[in-house]
């Protein structure tokens, strides 16, 4: 087992992000190509892939009322700061609003879906009456891979990306269920890099208070409070992280201007990870130590399933998020390596198929849906039961089952991506 490499794979896979991460990534790509045009932009051309699409459309972008990736290019090439990564447009000041504002409706934003295969890709160009500007990420948020300046290619963009020595086969030859457990069962904070773990307990905690003392969006956290006071819902373990964790989503999709750690390029999915394991511990009075290697693990446990199913996708990735946090609440409560392998079955036996239709506010009523599952799982796998191998995408070796997940994932997502963006992109018509 490689611990320096564990390490670097949970920085590597865990970010701070503002906002939902596909309009910061367009804001982002945006940002570079402006950081290389010579004077001020003022026509924005994007062009990007079904799911950055579908995700962009509706989250709200922090610091503003707005929705959308034209929004999203026009202020980071006003005042996007490159070396904020996904907190890109975080020091936008009134005055860069209004100027991306003008831009976009006075018609200077020109959108389109692009025909590259990627299911991440973004590319932006810039121009104004003597000079043009180019870049493009794709694979992953921050992976810029091309930066053009007056239409000639800049060599530093394609070898920076090329020298990423943290790759999705290096997380895969890295990664199983046996070595997450040993890792977390033996990790030391003194001497193990888990910086970004910290970051996750207490800036995802910080966001679940912010939506739950606002009014954001569905307001999901906020409802199951009322619904427990009102005598509908109960007041126990389970419904106050599903509430923590509702809450937290909450703030995210409607453009809270905080931060969240987020999880294989989500912030939705680095809630997820987090908060049901934090509320748990809290609610149950079990010590810090333990809930830190339980936050760990549901963390590597989603970094694992996600390193052959991608960043984006047609299903939902709170699913996966969803199904680290079963296993971190199992190791939470005492479980095994044996038990662990049971929760991910009953996970992906429950509520794999959730459908990814964009980015957007009810992004938390799903989050709570995952969460009362996890606990669900988790208290199944504890008493030894779980989805027999005989049903379903279930097979015994639990790590079968998360290759199956991924085969829907990957080969069903092209047409049921279509489809939806079509559907998407019909509102309003």
């Not at 810029?144 to 990306?161: F, I, P, S, Y």
């Not at 599903?242 to 999915?269: E, K, L």
């Not at 149950?284 to 130590?289: G, H, R, S, T, V």
């Not at 996970?347 to 980015?359: H, K, S, W």
């Amino acid at each position: 087992m490689n611990r320096t490499l564990i390490c670097q794979i949970l920085s590597h896979e865990m970010m701070l992000a503002t906002g939902c991460t596909e309009p910061a990534a367009i804001a982002l790509t945006a940002a570079v190509a402006r950081e290389h045009l010579v004077g001020e932009p003022t026509h924005v051309k994007v062009l990007a892939s079904v799911n950055i699409i579908k995700n962009a459309m509706a989250a709200g972008i922090p610091g503003t009322e707005c929705t959308g990736m034209n929004y999203a290019a026009a202020l980071g090439a006003v005042c996007g700061r490159v070396e904020r990564r996904l907190q890109v447009v975080d020091g936008a000041s009134p005055e860069d609003v209004a100027r991306a504002l003008e831009l976009v409706q006075s018609g200077h934003v020109e959108m389109g879906r692009t025909k590259e295969p990627d299911k991440l890709y973004v590319e932006v160009e810039l121009t104004n009456d003597a000079h043009q500007s180019r870049a493009i990420i794709r694979g992953a948020h921050t992976n810029v891979t091309l930066v053009e300046a007056d239409h000639k290619a800049l060599e530093t963009a394609a070898q920076e990306a090329a020298a990423d020595p943290i790759t999705p086969q290096v997380i895969k030859d890295t990664l199983s269920i046996q070595t997450i457990y040993e890792f977390v069962e033996t990790l030391d904070r003194e001497k193990d890099d888990l910086h970004m773990i910290e970051q996750a307990i207490n800036i995802n905690s910080e966001i679940a208070k912010v939506g739950a003392e606002g009014n954001f969006g569905l307001n999901v956290g906020r409802h199951i409070r009322k619904s427990q006071e009102s005598g509908l819902m109960g007041s126990d373990v389970m419904l106050e992280a599903v509430a923590v964790t509702s809450s937290a989503a909450d703030a995210r999709m409607a453009g809270a201007n905080a931060p969240v750690v987020t999880n294989s390029g989500s912030g939705n999915q680095g809630i997820t990870a987090t908060m049901p394991i934090v509320s748990a511990a809290k609610s149950l009075k079990i010590d810090d130590e333990q809930m830190f290697r339980a936050v760990t693990l549901s963390h590597l446990m989603s970094i694992h399933i996600h390193a052959d199913f991608g960043l984006l996708s047609g299903l939902c990735g709170a699913t996966i998020a969803a199904t680290g946090a079963a296993c971190g609440l199992v190791y939470l409560l005492g479980g095994g390596l044996q038990q662990i392998g049971y929760a991910v079955n009953n996970m992906l036996g429950d509520v794999t198929g959730m459908l990814c239709d964009g980015a957007k506010a009810d992004c938390a009523l799903k989050i709570s849906t995952c969460v009362f599952t996890s606990f669900h799982c988790a208290a199944m796998a504890l008493r030894d039961e779980t989805v027999k191998h005989t049903d379903g995408i279930v097979e015994k070796d639990p790590e079968v089952t998360i290759a199956n997940f991924v085969k829907l994932g990957n080969d069903g997502s092209p047409k049921m991506d279509d489809l939806v963006l079509d559907m998407l992109l019909q509102k309003g018509r």
